[in-house]
């Protein structure tokens, strides 16, 4: 088990990542978090009850451009997307992947491999939070409002200041 | 939120077939000859098989709990309790359909495509949506509006925020309908033959274009044919809809107008 630890405005939340569930996907996270590209991002989508996403804005909201290319999706592994775990954002296009995640802050049971298909690949899971679930139980609260183009963007930014790898 | 399961295939002995009715609180004639053919249905002993766009809009099973979407999942309760089945497909104006309408109603959902047998003729079923491959702005957004995390997005939100959302899009929808060639509506008649080939089968039920008819075509040196269900619209003038019923081995469309 690897272990990551983002430092955000709001707190600290320690993630476990899952090598051995889904090896690709953990890589490519800690590959972005090696060269600092977690750094100074924001939790720009928060929806209560849902998940908050991270990982591709930075203050002012401005995208960051990612450096690796789009990942394999490994939802088939059997992690399921429960409360606090970590599971990679993606666009409609089950093997678009890249830098942005989200926290599940809800059974989101509807997020899961079902089929190898485009509407049912699901969205993979590779950790979860294994402290600084108070801190995440916190952003989910945040008062959002809309911005440009984009729903749910908190009101005041949550930033992750920096994000490190604690053990490989 | 969790999903409904949706049926791969299904089993049908005599079924009537609807789709496009796009109920809606301000039409209430169309409302009226859905309920009644619910009652007619609730003696029968024959299936109920609804192929999308039962309704209008439907922007989460809140609907379900009060007008319109109370009164069908009402009625629709009514003729499972009595033991005659429904089945649902999503169409793509009510998509958002879940398990809170499935239990209210007591409809079972179908999977788009759906395998089953008419007569002794493997047929699939279908909204119809997804053949309408030429309209690529429209494939774009029906590949993002059944992508589960996009219902999440969307379902997160408090429900006078998703029916402002529905009521913009749908404005959208309407502007963009009338600018665009009539073929692009339309299925392309390539990637119903490739449906069909794929799932051997030589027969398809279909609805969403709003062009009842039977169509005979030819794939691989053999007959097939399409059914299109017709849309639903008692408060113009001519009224249209109806049904399609399968008795014994034949197919027969029904005009309720």
Redesign the interface.
């Known amino acids: 088990m690897s272990t990551v630890c983002l430092n955000t405005s709001m707190g600290s939340i320690t993630l476990e990542l899952d090598r051995q569930r889904a090896p690709r996907t953990v890589e490519n996270f800690l590959g972005y978090v090696r060269s600092g590209h977690y750094d100074n991002t924001l939790f720009h989508?928060v929806?209560?009850?849902?998940?908050i996403q991270g990982g591709g804005f930075e203050p002012g909201m401005r995208q960051k451009p990612t450096t690796s290319r789009p990942i394999q999706n490994e939802a088939d592994n059997g992690l399921k997307n429960d409360r606090y775990t970590v599971a990679m954002?993606?666009t409609?296009d089950p093997h678009s992947a890249t830098a942005q995640f989200f926290i599940n802050v809800?059974d989101?049971?509807?997020?899961n491999f079902t089929a190898p298909t485009?509407?049912n690949w699901?969205?993979c899971v590779f950790g979860r939070v294994t402290q600084g679930t108070d801190v995440v139980d916190k952003i989910k609260t945040v008062a959002t409002m809309r911005l440009g183009a984009h729903?749910?963007v908190p009101d005041q930014e949550v930033v992750v200041e920096s994000a490190e790898v604690v053990s490989e | 939120?969790?999903?409904a399961v949706a049926l791969a295939s299904v089993r049908l002995r005599d079924p009537v077939f609807i789709s496009d009715l796009h109920l809606r609180q301000d039409r209430p004639r169309t409302v009226q000859r859905f309920l009644r053919l619910t009652e007619r249905l609730a003696s029968g002993g024959r299936e109920l098989v609804i192929l999308g766009d039962l309704f209008e809009a439907w922007v989460g099973d809140e609907d379900a709990e009060d007008g319109i979407g109370a009164t069908v999942s009402g009625a629709l309760r009514s003729l499972t309790a009595g033991g005659t089945p429904v089945y649902v497909m999503h169409g793509n104006r009510d998509v958002l359909l879940g398990e809170g309408f499935a239990r209210a109603s007591g409809a079972a959902f179908l999977a788009d495509p759906c395998h089953t047998v008419l007569g002794d003729v493997p047929t699939l079923l279908s909204h119809g949506d997804a053949y309408c491959t030429l309209d690529r702005a429209y494939q774009a957004f029906r590949?993002?509006a059944?992508?589960?995390?996009?219902?999440?997005?969307f379902l997160?939100?408090s429900l006078a925020v998703r029916r402002a959302i529905v009521r913009q899009v749908r404005r959208l929808s309407e502007a963009g309908k009338q600018s665009m060639a009539a073929q692009i509506m339309d299925v392309t008649p390539a990637a119903i033959e490739q449906a069909l080939r794929s799932a051997g089968v030589a027969r398809m039920v279909h609805g969403h274009t709003h062009r009842p008819a039977r169509h005979e075509l030819e794939l691989d040196g053999r007959r097939a044919e399409r059914w299109v269900l017709p849309d639903w619209d008692f408060e113009t003038d001519p009224p249209r809809g109806g049904y399609l019923q399968v008795v014994g081995s034949e197919v027969e469309m029904v005009d309720l107008a």
């Not at chain 2, 059944?146 to 997005?153: A, E, I, Q, S, Y």
Request: aromatic residues 14%; glycine residues 12%; without cysteine.
């Open positions: 989508r929806i209560n009850g849902f998940m954002a993606r409609s809800a989101n049971e509807f997020l485009t509407e699901g969205y729903q749910d | 939120m969790s999903e590949r993002r059944r992508d589960p995390f996009w219902r999440g997005l997160g939100r």
